[in-house]
């Protein structure tokens, strides 16, 4: 059994929305996700999906994206992204979720020994953060927090962090998030957002003790990158 990841799927079932647009990269994207996820993932993996997975406005929808994404080999763990406006009532989305996918808010996902924890981010401090974005963050760093401590609470030694948004600027890592993985002893982050040329914004390797890996589709060629073996 493996744990993968991929991130910002942006599909588009009910109302086609080319990708191209965004590069030559995202041409037919569906079809490359679908033939590579297949060559990779078999029904007994997971894979962790990092948000910006619908451009849906209404959960309805989204219904035909999330039936793509069920209908793909392995069990599925997903978040929120900041394009996924359908993401409101998490019972709701639960009720409509495909069997074999999960979704995580304010809470945590168990594969074996391991926690899946998470919560979508948010611009971070620094330059020229509104006010509102500092609170939005803020925020973010109390749902992650909670995610956390209740996969500490119920004993759990390893823990993956899932979110949308990078935990970093401008190449640095984030106080705020580098604490709250120090303190519950996150092993691997997995993120997404960046797209094109804000790849290079992106930062990967072991940090503190924690392994962060960047997964936007365009960036993987729309595969799911494998994170570790169980």
């Known amino acids: 059994m493996r744990i993968f990841a991929l991130g910002d799927l942006h599909l588009s079932s009910a109302s086609p929305k080319p990708m191209d647009i965004f590069g030559p990269a995202w041409k037919d994207h569906p079809q490359k996700i679908t033939q590579n996820w297949r060559k990779k993932v078999s029904n007994e993996d997971w894979v962790l999906i990092c948000g910006d997975i619908s451009w849906a406005m209404h959960l309805d929808e989204a219904q035909l994206d999330l039936n793509f994404i069920g209908s793909l080999p392995g069990k599925k763990i997903l978040i929120k992204g900041n ?18 996918m999960y979704s ?40 992650a927090e909670i995610s956390l401590k209740k ?37 691997w982050c997995v993120y997404g957002h960046l797209h094109g040329e804000d790849h290079h914004y992106a930062v990967e390797g072991v940090i503190d003790e924690t392994e962060y890996k960047f997964v936007s589709c365009d960036f993987v060629n729309f595969t799911p990158v494998p994170i570790t073996r169980l």
């Open 83 to 100: 394009h996924d406006y359908w993401w409101k009532s998490i019972s709701k989305i639960r009720a409509a979720l495909p069997k074999g």
């Open 151 to 187: 996969a500490h609470n119920e004993g759990f030694q390893k823990k993956l962090f899932m979110l949308h948004y990078p935990p970093f600027n401008n190449g640095k890592l984030d106080p705020g998030f580098q604490e709250l993985f120090r303190k519950y002893g996150v092993i």
């Open 104 to 143: 995580i808010q304010n809470d945590f996902i168990p594969i074996r020994e391991i926690a899946i924890c998470g919560t979508r981010g948010w611009q971070l401090p620094g330059g020229d953060i509104s006010t509102r974005d500092e609170k939005i963050y803020q925020r973010e760093l109390i749902r």
